[in-house]
Nanobody, 126 residues
Framework: QVQLVESGGGLVQAGDSLRLSCAAS?????????????MGWFRQAPGKEREFVAA?????SYADSVKGRFTISRDNANNTVYLQMNSLKPADTAVYYC?????????????????WGQGTQVTVSS
């Protein structure tokens, strides 16, 4: 089992920045290091489906809507993944979820992820 805990959400104004963190823990890291997992960030706004934001195994991939504004990174020594969000827009308002893919693929499909955090709210006011 893998536990994921997100933090760093909040209420900001358009144009501001936030950095989300996702701390991973679990006994599975004993035989399969965190570095083997692909990690993803997804978000879900009210009344909308969950959508891909970014993913990383060794390098990051991004949804077109956040490319150039968001940066995903990871600290394998501390089992943590980050999402740096710059130039935030009201359209970025959503609950942001961290997810882990045990097969290391890092695809944009939420169906390919096996573990999920509880989510952290990001609200961007205009």
């Amino acid at each position: 089992q893998v536990q994921l805990v997100e933090s760093g959400g909040g209420l900001v104004q358009a144009g501001d920045s936030l950095r989300l963190s996702c701390a991973a823990s679990g006994r599975t890291f004993t035989w399969s290091p965190f570095s083997n997992y692909a990690m993803g960030w997804f978000r879900q706004a009210p009344g909308k489906e969950r959508e891909f934001v970014a993913a990383i195994r060794r390098s990051g991939s991004y949804a077109d809507s956040v490319k150039g504004r968001f940066t995903i990174s990871r600290d394998n020594a501390n089992n943590t993944v980050y999402l740096q969000m710059n130039s935030l827009k009201p359209a970025d308002t959503a609950v942001y979820y961290c997810a882990a893919d045990v097969h290391g693929r890092g695809t944009p499909s939420h169906r390919d992820y096996h573990y999920w955090g509880q989510g952290t709210q990001v609200t961007v006011s205009s």
